[in-house]
């Protein structure tokens, strides 16, 4: 099993910045894609973005140019930098890994607890 943990919430102003971890531990054999998901009030669960093994990212249209997303493989760690963050911002952010526990074990999808990112105006 892979658990995911996350931390970096909190309260910010808009305009201000957050940087989230996620770090990943457990039985790891291999981690592909790990990525930052969010739930706003009112919507489903979403993409924010996302990082291959080999750091090939991709972003929701809603964060670009805003949001940073990076890994470090050796800490089987992911972040997110958010800038310029706005109101609209504000929900609970998931962490998502895809990873394998051994080399004969298929790829499950791991997800953390949550954290919570308030933006005030």
């Known amino acids: 099993q892979v658990q995911l943990v996350e931390s970096g919430g909190g309260l910010v102003q808009a305009g201000g910045s957050l940087r989230l971890s996620c770090a990943a531990s457990?039985?790891?054999?291999?981690?592909?894609?790990m990525g930052w998901y969010r739930q706003t009030p009112g919507k489903q669960r979403e993409l924010v973005a996302g990082?291959?093994?080999?750091?090939?990212?991709n972003y929701a249209d809603f964060v670009k140019g805003r949001f940073t997303i990076s890994r470090d493989n050796a800490k089987d760690t992911v972040y997110l930098q958010m800038n310029s963050l706005k109101v609209e911002d504000t929900g609970d952010y998931y962490c998502?890994?895809?990873?394998?526990?051994?080399?004969?074990?298929?790829?499950?999808?791991?997800w953390g607890q949550g954290t919570q990112v308030t933006v005030s105006s």
């Open positions: 990082i291959t093994k080999g750091g090939s990212t």
């Open positions: 457990g039985s790891i054999y291999s981690i592909n894609t």
């Open positions: 998502n890994a895809a990873a394998s526990s051994s080399w004969y074990s298929g790829v499950n999808v791991y």
